[in-house]
């Protein structure tokens, strides 16, 4: 088996954290009927956003409704009314900034 390096560990789980949040509003009517697969678990809905938010980022202050209503429609460039993957790397990637910044200043004092 191979090792695996961090960074495929944490891409995983990002993807992993996102289908696992995007599929939990699957309704019968949105599964394909031959194969039985929710067809909507690549994307994350307003309700999804906001519980993967408080449960996997501690934002409790999307339990707002103006301020959930700002993040989605912030995030959801193509207007869909839904949140797909690419449209939530863009969030992780602008968390991740500052962040790294802060990083970057520490390794260098
Ligand atoms: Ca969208």
Do not use: W
Not at 3 to 14: E, F, G
Not at 28 to 52: P, Q, R, T, Y
Not at 71 to 81: A, H
Request: hydrophobic share 40%; glycine share 6%.
């Amino acid at each position: 088996m191979a090792c695996k390096s961090r960074v495929s560990d944490a891409i995983a789980t990002l993807v992993g954290v996102f289908h696992e949040y995007a599929s939990k509003d699957c309704e019968e009517g949105k599964k394909d009927c031959g194969k039985n697969v929710c067809i909507d678990h690549f994307k994350l809905s307003k309700s999804e956003l906001k519980e993967l938010m408080q449960k996997e980022l501690d934002m409790d202050n999307v339990k707002d409704p103006a301020k959930l209503d700002e993040l989605m429609k912030e995030l959801d460039e193509d207007g869909d009314g839904q949140v797909d993957f690419l449209e939530f790397v863009g969030l992780v990637a602008g968390m991740a900034c500052p962040n790294m910044f802060v990083l970057s200043l520490s390794t260098i004092k």
